[in-house]
């Protein structure tokens, strides 16, 4: 395998992996799926930005009146939100360019190279002090010191990834996030009442049905989640705002 082909299969399967961790549904790009991510590579679109426009395009199905038929997304349904993600990615690197001159910074570790990491360490850090408020939030007082201890491992990513960013680290930071946000979502579970919860799997039930689409449980867990996440107002731990 050559060089091209092995960083277009590590492309693809980020694609894939990413998809697949969201919850939405275990997927393998289909021949016409394909083509989108070839040209998203072959247009240099970072897997960051790949990311952040299907975060949008999931916000903009679920924003629209329960309509739940669309959550199994397609890649060439996501290619506009990923496209216009590119245009603010590119917008954005003037907001970079002071640092960019600079020599790197230990505090900040700003590589003169690589804005990604100056946004991925400056938002690593902003999730810990926002996990900090959450664990002094009355309504998870129960689940206080859960919520510290996962401030304590978002900081060691922090740390860790200042400290090397070699390979797939983009990669890594996300589906670390994943895991860290799936978490905190058990925690959120957890701190509302018993029948409360069963109030809101029956809501998300009957909305599904009305909409008259059959739903697994990984959806209608999904489904859930975004549901508690509401009620409680609770951000999500990933690289951008859900």
Request: a neutral charge; hydrophobic letters at 40%; aromatic letters at 8%.
């Amino acid at each position: 395998m050559t060089k091209t082909d092995k960083n277009q299969d590590e492309y693809f399967r980020g694609i894939e992996q990413y998809i697949a961790r969201i919850r939405l549904s275990p997927m393998l790009l289909s021949p016409k799926e394909w083509t989108v991510a070839e040209k998203w590579r072959a247009d240099q679109i970072p897997l960051m930005v790949v990311f952040r426009g299907i975060d949008g395009a999931i916000r903009g199905v679920l924003s629209r009146n329960g309509d739940y038929k669309k959550l199994r997304i397609t890649l060439q349904y996501c290619d506009r939100p990923v496209r216009d993600a590119f245009k603010s990615y590119l917008k954005a690197q003037s907001l970079f360019a002071d640092e960019m001159t600079r020599s790197a910074e230990p505090d900040r570790c700003v590589m003169p190279e690589d804005a990604d990491a100056y946004y991925v360490l400056n938002r690593l850090d902003t999730l810990a002090r926002e996990l900090d408020a959450l664990a002094e939030d009355p309504a998870f007082a129960a689940k206080r010191l859960d919520i510290e201890q996962l401030a304590q491992e978002l900081r060691a990513l922090l740390e860790k990834t200042k400290a090397s960013r070699r390979g797939k680290w983009l990669e890594r930071v996300q589906t670390q996030l994943v895991n860290f946000d799936k978490e905190l979502l058990k925690i959120a579970r957890d701190c509302i009442p018993p029948d409360h919860i069963s109030e809101l799997r029956a809501r998300v039930r009957d909305e599904a049905d009305k909409a008259k689409t059959p739903c697994d449980r990984a959806t209608l867990n999904y489904l859930l989640d975004a549901a508690v996440r509401e009620e409680l107002d609770l951000f999500a731990l990933s690289l951008f705002d859900l």
